[in-house]
C-alpha cells in the first residue's frame, strides 16, 4: 500500500488521501459498498463499476462458508470469482460473533461456529481467517477480533479488547511468515467498547505494532448506542491513531454519520445501510430519505440495530420527477420518475435494482463532495449547507452539533431559528404528512 495525505482541513480533522493498492488507487475519504458474499445484491459488476466505485467489501465469514475456499482458490481468488477489477477488502468475521452470537462460542484459540445452514461446526482462528482472506485474494484484510455488542458492559468488554491484541500478533504473525504482506495490507481493528480507558489501552497496544500494520479500524461501535457516546468514541480514536495510516470505521453508512466521521478524521467506512434500504423502496436524498414504497408494512433489522418501519406514501403515486434532479445515476439521468418507481416498488426487482444504484451514486456524492470541499478549504461550509439542506425544519441531531464543535464547526451559527433536537436524529418519511 501506498498511501499519501494530499490535503487537510483548516478547521476540522478532515483530510483527503490517495491510497494506492494492487488493484488501483483510490481516494479518501470514502464510502465502501458491501458485497458480503461477492455481490451487490441486484447489480453486476459492471453496473457498480460504471457508478464509480472502486472499493468494496466482502466477507470472509460467508464467503468460507459459501462458496467456500476451493471454489475461490480454482478461480483464482474474489475479484476473478465475482468479476470485480478493482479495489477489495475483507472482513475477518469478527462482526459475526456478535450478529450469530446464538451460533458461536469463544474461547482463546478461536470462535467456534455452527454454521447457519447446516449446523456443521467450524472453528475460525486467526490464522484461519487469515488463511481465508488470503485465499479470497482482498487488497485490504482485516484481523481477526473479538467482538462483543457495544452495550455489553463488565469485564467481557475488557477480555475482548485484550484478546482483540492477542490475536492480532497471531495475524501479523501468521501473514508475514505466508509472504503476502506486500500485496495484502493488514489493517488492526480498535475494541474496547464504549469505555474510554479501555479504547485508550488497546489504541496504545495497536499503535505500537504500527511497523506490523497498514492501517487501522475502529470497530465494536452501531450497535444501539447512543450517538452522543458514539461519536466521542470515534473522536478518541481518530485523534490517537497515526497520521500516516488509513482510518476506517466499521459499520457507518447514515449520511449524517459519514459526514461527522470525516470531520472527526476518519477515512473509510462501509454499511449494507444504502442497498439495503434501497430494496424497501427508500430513496436516499439531500433532503432526506425518501419513502417510494406503496403501501405495505415492514419492519427490518438493519446493520446499525435500527428498525425501521416503511409504509406507501401515496403522495409519491402521481409525481413525474426524478428521485433527485441533477442526479447523474443511471435512474435519475434516464428520466425514471418516482411515480413508476412508486407503482412498481413491491411488484417488481427492477425498481429496487435502480433505487440501489441511485442510493450508492448519493453515498458517493456526499463523499466526494466532502474531498472536493477539503481540497478547496471549504469544507465547514459543506458541512453548514449538508445539514441545512438535509434536516431542515426538522432540526438538527444534538449529537450531531456536538460532535461539529469538538472540531470548529458550528451547525447553528448564522441560524438564530433553527432548532436542535435530541436522539439519534435519523430522519425518515413515514406517511403523506411528513
Request: with cysteine; glycine share 10%.
Given at each position: 500500500?501506498?498511501?499519501?495525505?494530499?490535503?487537510?482541513?483548516?478547521?476540522t480533522?478532515?483530510r483527503?488521501?490517495?491510497?494506492?493498492?494492487?488493484?488501483?488507487?483510490?481516494?479518501?475519504?470514502?464510502?465502501?459498498?458491501?458485497?458480503?458474499?461477492?455481490?451487490?445484491?441486484?447489480?453486476?459488476?459492471?453496473q457498480?463499476?460504471?457508478?464509480?466505485?472502486?472499493?468494496?467489501?466482502?466477507?470472509?465469514?460467508?464467503?468460507?462458508?459459501?462458496?467456500g475456499?476451493?471454489?475461490?482458490?480454482?478461480?483464482?481468488?474474489?475479484?476473478?470469482?465475482?468479476?470485480?477489477?478493482h479495489?477489495?477488502?475483507?472482513?475477518?468475521?469478527?462482526?459475526?460473533?456478535?450478529?450469530?452470537?446464538?451460533?458461536?462460542?469463544?474461547?482463546?484459540?478461536?470462535?467456534?461456529?455452527?454454521?447457519?445452514?447446516?449446523?456443521?461446526?467450524?472453528?475460525?482462528?486467526p490464522?484461519e481467517?487469515?488463511?481465508?482472506?488470503?485465499?479470497?485474494?482482498?487488497?485490504?484484510?482485516?484481523?481477526?477480533?473479538?467482538?462483543?455488542?457495544?452495550?455489553?458492559?463488565?469485564?467481557?468488554?475488557?477480555?475482548?479488547?485484550?484478546?482483540?491484541?492477542?490475536?492480532?500478533?497471531?495475524?501479523?504473525?501468521?501473514?508475514?511468515?505466508?509472504?503476502?504482506?506486500?500485496?495484502?495490507?493488514?489493517?488492526?481493528?480498535?475494541?474496547g467498547?464504549?469505555?474510554?480507558?479501555?479504547?485508550?489501552?488497546?489504541l496504545?497496544?495497536?499503535?505500537?505494532?504500527?511497523?506490523?500494520?497498514?492501517?487501522?479500524?475502529?470497530?465494536?461501535?452501531?450497535?444501539?448506542?447512543?450517538?452522543?457516546?458514539?461519536?466521542?468514541?470515534?473522536?478518541q480514536?481518530?485523534?490517537?491513531?497515526?497520521?500516516?495510516?488509513?482510518?476506517?470505521?466499521?459499520?457507518?453508512?447514515?449520511?449524517?454519520?459519514?459526514l461527522?466521521?470525516?470531520?472527526?478524521?476518519?477515512?473509510?467506512?462501509?454499511?449494507?445501510?444504502?442497498?439495503?434500504?434501497?430494496?424497501?423502496?427508500?430513496?436516499?436524498?439531500?433532503?432526506?430519505?425518501?419513502?417510494?414504497?406503496?403501501?405495505?408494512?415492514?419492519?427490518?433489522?438493519?446493520?446499525?440495530?435500527?428498525?425501521?418501519?416503511?409504509?406507501?406514501?401515496?403522495?409519491?403515486?402521481?409525481?413525474?420527477?426524478?428521485?433527485?434532479?441533477?442526479?447523474p445515476?443511471p435512474?435519475?439521468?434516464?428520466?425514471?420518475?418516482?411515480?413508476?418507481?412508486?407503482h412498481?416498488?413491491?411488484?417488481?426487482?427492477?425498481?429496487?435494482?435502480?433505487?440501489?444504484?441511485?442510493?450508492?451514486?448519493?453515498?458517493?456524492?456526499?463523499?466526494?463532495?466532502?474531498?472536493?470541499?477539503?481540497?478547496?478549504?471549504?469544507?465547514?461550509?459543506?458541512?453548514?449547507?449538508?445539514?441545512?439542506?438535509?434536516?431542515?425544519?426538522?432540526?438538527?441531531?444534538?449529537?450531531?452539533?456536538?460532535?461539529?464543535?469538538?472540531v470548529?464547526?458550528?451547525?447553528?451559527?448564522?441560524?438564530?431559528?433553527?432548532?436542535?433536537?435530541?436522539?439519534?436524529?435519523?430522519?425518515?418519511?413515514?406517511?403523506?404528512?411528513?
Open positions: 500500500m501506498q498511501f499519501e495525505v494530499l490535503a487537510k482541513c483548516h478547521t480533522r478532515a483527503v488521501s490517495k491510497m494506492r493498492l494492487a488493484h488501483g488507487v483510490t481516494m479518501l475519504p470514502t464510502f465502501m459498498p458491501v458485497a458480503t458474499q461477492a455481490a451487490i445484491k441486484g447489480l453486476t459488476p459492471q457498480v463499476e460504471a457508478l464509480g466505485v472502486n472499493l468494496i467489501l466482502n466477507n470472509t465469514y460467508h464467503l468460507n462458508l459459501r462458496p475456499i476451493e471454489v475461490l482458490k480454482e478461480a483464482g481468488g474474489a475479484h476473478r470469482f465475482q468479476g470485480w477489477n479495489n477489495l477488502l475483507t472482513d475477518s468475521g469478527g462482526f459475526q460473533l456478535v450478529s450469530l452470537s446464538k451460533f458461536t462460542k469463544i474461547t482463546e484459540e478461536g470462535a467456534l461456529f455452527a454454521s447457519p445452514f447446516d449446523g456443521e461446526p467450524t472453528m475460525l482462528t490464522e481467517s487469515i488463511s481465508i482472506q488470503h485465499a479470497i485474494g482482498a487488497d485490504i484484510i482485516m484481523q481477526l477480533d473479538d467482538v462483543v455488542s457495544s452495550l455489553t458492559v463488565g469485564p467481557r468488554v475488557e477480555e475482548a479488547m485484550r484478546r482483540t491484541v492477542r490475536w492480532l500478533d497471531r495475524c501479523i504473525e501468521f501473514h508475514q511468515a505466508s509472504g503476502k504482506d506486500d500485496v495484502q495490507n493488514l489493517f488492526a481493528i480498535v475494541q467498547g464504549l469505555d474510554p480507558d479501555l479504547r485508550d489501552k488497546c496504545d497496544e495497536m499503535i505500537a505494532r504500527k511497523n506490523k500494520v497498514a492501517g487501522y479500524a475502529i470497530g465494536g461501535l452501531s450497535g444501539g448506542e447512543e450517538k452522543d457516546i458514539f461519536w466521542r468514541v470515534i473522536k480514536c481518530a485523534d490517537k491513531l497515526p497520521d500516516d495510516r488509513p482510518r476506517y470505521s466499521m459499520g457507518i453508512g447514515f449520511a449524517e454519520d459519514l461527522v466521521c470525516v470531520a472527526l478524521g476518519v477515512d473509510m467506512a462501509d454499511c449494507v445501510f444504502p442497498t439495503r434500504t434501497a430494496r424497501f423502496g427508500v430513496a436516499l436524498t439531500p433532503t432526506g430519505p425518501l419513502n417510494l414504497r406503496t403501501t405495505y408494512f415492514h419492519s427490518a433489522l438493519c446493520c446499525m440495530n435500527y428498525i425501521c418501519f416503511f409504509t406507501g406514501l401515496s403522495k409519491h403515486a402521481s409525481d413525474m420527477r426524478p428521485i433527485e434532479e441533477g442526479c445515476c435512474t435519475c439521468s434516464s428520466g425514471v420518475s418516482r411515480a413508476i418507481l412508486h412498481n416498488a413491491t411488484l417488481a426487482t427492477a425498481t429496487a435494482h435502480a433505487i440501489t444504484q441511485h442510493n450508492l451514486v448519493f453515498q458517493a456524492r456526499v463523499m466526494g463532495g466532502a474531498r472536493d470541499a477539503i481540497i478547496n478549504g471549504t469544507f465547514p461550509d459543506y458541512l453548514g449547507r449538508f445539514f441545512a439542506d438535509y434536516f431542515g425544519d426538522a432540526g438538527y441531531p444534538e449529537w450531531c452539533v456536538n460532535a461539529l464543535r469538538s470548529g464547526v458550528d451547525l447553528l451559527e448564522g441560524r438564530p431559528g433553527a432548532q436542535v433536537v435530541l436522539g439519534d436524529g435519523a430522519k425518515w418519511e413515514y406517511s403523506d404528512a411528513a
